[in-house]
């Protein structure tokens, strides 16, 4: 497993950017009433999913063999965190 991690850091971190877009492209402008719960939860799932490629991406720098994969899941995974969690605010002041 450890010889994945860090392609699946990278593909993680991806997945959480691409669920986000599906999430932006399902809601709209005025999202319905009824696919509020659908909309939470695939944001949830994306947050979720951000998390476990930045986990991924700091085993994969120290024990795995696929670093740059890893490094830039770790990136993209922390970008997105910091970008749709409120974290990046706390940075600001």
């Known amino acids: ?14 997945a ?3 669920i986000l877009a599906l999430t932006l ?12 719960r659908t909309l939470q939860a695939l944001a949830t799932g994306a947050i979720v999913c ?12 120290v024990r795995g063999p696929q670093r740059g994969s890893a490094a830039v899941g ?3 995974g922390v970008l997105f ?3 749709f ?6 940075l600001l002041r």
Not at 25 to 36: D, E, H, K, N, Y
Not at 53 to 61: D, K, M, T
Not at 85 to 90: K, P, R, S
Request: aromatic share 8%.
């Open 1 to 14: 497993m450890l010889r994945h991690s860090g392609r699946a850091a990278f593909f993680g971190a991806a």
């Open 16 to 18: 959480s950017w691409a």
């Open 25 to 36: 492209a399902m809601g709209g402008l005025a999202p319905a009433a009824s696919s509020a």
């Open 50 to 61: 951000a998390l476990i490629a930045c986990l991924l991406g700091i085993v994969a720098l």
């Open 74 to 76: 770790l990136l993209l």
């Open 81 to 83: 965190l910091l970008a």
């Open 85 to 90: 969690t409120g974290a990046g605010f706390g």
